[in-house]
């Protein structure tokens, strides 16, 4: 027998966060060296923040096309019959929609200024799936004429809708957006026809009633950092419940099922103490879930399958670099070798004795929107040979809420160190505020090593460009 020992097989993705899994979770696991982040896809943090400044995002084409590529696969392997959407406004820089267009990607839009924005770089109107619960009636009649699929989301847009098609020869392919209850609370209601009360069907039966009309699409999106991979089984039967509904009173297979978005990222909700892969599904798990569903159907039944996901594709491929501007002191600070018990620990807060370091960095909530829900994994970008203490990072803001980790052991820091605040690639970009501060410069390194500027630091001119001062103040 062969005894030869074979070492286990770490993916890529696992391989790159794996050694920090451990010392991550475990305060007393970590050693006397905290861990740290030096490089990002093989250059250098300290390189790129002298070279483009600080704060600053940092995108990585690399990890962008491995996550595309993997839940390509993780589908297409289960169910040829698969259509990928890119979510747009998890991040809507022109540099990273070029990417996921090259990876075979069309574009998943909820607004007109979306709309017009990913037309302006190059997607065809019928590689557009237009979502949202406005759509003026411009863009919906611009989107009509120009072949994308509109996801009708109310009464009124369905009227308009009507409207706007009623002199045209061919009918004009639509879906329609429903809301249904797949075992996540809340359930999102806001968006979509109801399916429970029979809303939906009304709205599906007025459709294909409509000689202009051709119903295209049933699509739900459940909501979004989904846990749970029978929940999509769950809206997928029930979309295929409604299918099938209609199929018999009106004879009309509908051919599209979208799911939308949802699959969660490799973050954790702040409270979440357990390791991220004991939290998070592989997104095999989901393709799994949906596919052994629409599997069921005869071959010749089967639909479409249509996804529109964001956080997942592109939330690791971003890093936010900032540095510290200021240390705040504290009176009496944790010694690491001090054991305190929780008790102890509390009556130290309740005295007002903060006992954690402050780290003032370049960089607030302002930039962080998703701050408020998700814990970043932030490290220092050099090694220190010291045991990480409790630590508290402020931005930037003259805010009292402006805290971006209110706890996280980091090891003693000094005024000008660069941190790593990761993964803040899903929304974060497009969430922002222009409040206060100019907003950042945003890099992407891509595949050829190379870290070009995708978005520049803005200017004065960026900001107040738009800005008139009437005649009378003006003198
Ligand atoms: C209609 C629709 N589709 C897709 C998405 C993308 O969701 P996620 O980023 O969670 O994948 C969203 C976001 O909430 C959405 O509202």
Known sequence: ??????????????????????????????????????????????????????????????????????????????????????SVKTNYLNAICKIFQSEGWIAEVVSQFEYEKVRSIGFAGSDIVFN??????????????????????????????????????????????????????????????????????????RILENKKLHLHTLHSHIGTYILAPDAYGVAAKKLLHLREELRHKHRHLVPCLNLGGGFPSQSLLHGFTAPVEQVVPPIEAYATAITNV?????????????????????????????????????????????????????????????????????????????????????????AID??????????????????IRDHVDLPPLETGDILTIHPVGAYNVTQWMQFIQYRPAVVLIGNNGKADVIRAREKLEDICGPECIPKHLAE
């Open 132 to 205: 949202g619960p406005y759509k003026p009636r411009a863009a919906l009649k611009t989107a009509i004429e120009e072949g994308a699929i509109i996801q009708i989301d109310n009464w009124d847009e369905l009227s308009q809708i009507e409207e706007l098609v009623a002199d045209r020869k061919k009918p004009v392919d639509v879906g329609l957006r429903v809301w249904l209850d797949a075992g996540i609370k809340p359930v999102w209601s806001k968006f979509g026809f109801a399916l429970e009360n029979g809303e939906a069907e009304r709205a599906a039966t």
């Open 294 to 382: 629409l599997r069921e159907l005869p071959p010749d039944e089967q639909p479409l399958l249509r996804l529109e996901s964001g956080r997942c594709l592109i939330d690791e491929a971003g890093y936010l670099l900032s540095s510290i501007i200021a240390v705040k002191g504290v009176n009496r600070p944790i010694l690491t070798d001090e054991d305190l018990s929780a008790r102890a620990y509390k009556e130290r807060m309740i005295l007002n004795e903060d006992s954690r370091i402050g780290y003032v960095i370049d960089a607030g909530i302002n930039l962080l929107y998703t701050s408020a829900w998700y814990q970043f994994q932030i490290l220092p970008a050099r």
């Open 386 to 403: 010291a045991p990480p203490i409790p630590s508290r990072i402020y931005g930037s803001l003259c805010m009292a809420i402006d805290v």
């Open 1 to 86: 027998m062969d005894r030869s020992y074979v070492p286990p097989v770490i993916s890529g993705e696992l391989g790159r966060n794996a050694p920090r899994v451990a010392e991550d979770r475990n305060f007393y696991a970590r050693g006397p060296r905290a861990p740290s982040l030096f490089q990002i896809d093989g250059l250098p943090v300290t390189g790129l923040v002298e070279e483009f400044g600080s704060p600053l995002f940092v995108f990585s084409e690399y990890d962008i096309r491995q996550k595309a590529r993997r839940m390509r696969e993780a589908f297409k392997s289960r169910y040829g019959k698969t259509s990928f959407a890119w």
